[in-house]
């Protein structure tokens, strides 16, 4: 019989989604609900695998979180000196929801990196 689950690893599935959905308004308000529904699909099988203790499903989100943080690094570095008006030089939104995105991300990485969780997968 396997011992518990860690809690970490049940928060971690629980809310893997959340980093790279932190997005400005106006970009989410232009999602539709297609796009939508198949993000909530990838995710939910995602972390259904990851309670199910499934090894490729930490690389999984290990690849998912990381390659946020640098998309997150690159759209930033691009746009973030466009406002959304001439009057204003930064785009403030889109540097706080990347800054709050990237940090939920290391902390995702962070503790999914854990020895605990590590041999909790395995």
């Known amino acids: 019989m396997r011992s518990r689950l860690p809690t970490n690893l ?9 980093p790279p959905l932190v997005l400005p308004p106006d970009l989410l308000a232009s999602m539709s609900p297609a796009i939508w529904g ?25 690849f998912v979180q990381g390659f946020s943080i640098i998309v997150r690094l690159l759209v930033l570095v691009g746009h973030v000196r466009m406002g959304p008006d001439p009057s204003t030089p930064l785009n403030a939104w889109l540097l706080g929801t ?15 990196d854990t020895p605990e969780i590590q041999m909790a997968v395995q």
């Open 98 to 112: 990347s800054v709050i995105s990237m940090a939920l991300s290391g902390i995702i990485l962070y503790a999914i």
């Open 38 to 62: 198949l993000v909530a699909l990838l995710f939910a099988a995602l972390g259904l695998n990851l309670l199910r203790r499934r090894a490729w499903a930490r690389l999984a989100t290990i």
């Open 10 to 18: 049940v928060l971690i599935a629980a809310l893997q989604f959340i």
